[in-house]
């Protein structure tokens, strides 16, 4: 191949054909992550914060649909959503619709569990003192501890979010063109170059988690430097409304 064929192939599995046509490749790729994300961090913060404040049989409920969700294969769940989604909706749903509801739905289901015990981590002290200043039980939560419970529940945050990525892999199932895709379907069309080209999707998948653990964690760590120092005057502030 010429210079000018791998600067368009390099483009082809950079961007698919945009501006041509719809997004794909490495662009496609990073959209399913970040929409995935996003989805399954609402869903986490949901479902955990629901997990914590719920008793008897709404938690029990609630416990097993997450415990289901977290069983199921990733693989099986696209299917699910490709050809269930159509039939209970009465429209075309496009593939990258239903990809993204299946990791949004497994990556949520692992995040409820570690906010679940993000939340519950926080010692009864910060309870009891948010009772005592005559806040609810969802103001406490929402201002005395999620603040703190989110230094504890980021590691797991970022460790699904690393694996969302790699998951978007499994978007070739359904025909959506991410980067997995079209570097599948360009070796089946050259069939001589196997090895730099999967070569390359490794680097890429590498580079695309490493960033995002290296962004991730550079964030947390500026928190977790705040937070003890601006959380200490609150502290103060319980303990001696509980001395009173």
């Given amino acids: 191949m010429s210079e000018i064929d791998w600067f368009g192939t390099l483009r082809y599995l950079l961007l698919g054909t945009f501006p041509a046509g719809p997004p794909g490749g490495v662009a496609l790729t990073v959209l399913l992550s970040v929409c995935s994300a996003l989805l399954a961090a609402m869903i986490g913060l949901a479902g955990g914060i629901a997990l914590t404040m719920t008793r008897g049989m709404t938690h029990l409920t609630l416990t097993a649909v997450v415990a289901f969700f977290r069983a199921i294969p990733m693989l099986m769940l696209i299917f699910w959503t490709f050809f269930l989604m159509p039939i209970l ?13 299946a990791l949004a739905l497994i990556g949520g289901a692992y995040l409820s569990h570690s906010v679940h015990a993000g939340i519950v981590s926080i010692g009864e002290g910060q309870r009891q003192a948010a009772a005592s200043l005559g806040l609810t039980r969802w103001q406490g939560l929402r201002y005395v501890i999620l603040p703190q419970a989110v230094r504890v529940m980021m590691p797991s945050f970022i460790n699904q979010w690393v694996s969302l990525v790699k998951d978007t892999s499994l978007a070739y199932i359904v025909g959506t063109p991410e980067f997995t895709f079209l570097a599948n379907q360009l070796n089946n069309r050259l069939m001589v170059y196997p090895a730099q080209i999967f070569l390359f999707v490794g680097f890429v998948y590498l580079f695309l988690c490493g960033t995002l653990q290296w962004f991730a964690n550079r964030l947390l760590r500026r928190r977790t430097g705040v937070g003890p120092r601006a959380a200490q005057p609150q502290n103060i502030g319980y303990q001696s409304t509980l001395r009173k």
């Fill in 89 to 101: 909706l009465h429209i075309d749903v496009p593939g990258l619709a239903t990809l993204v509801c």
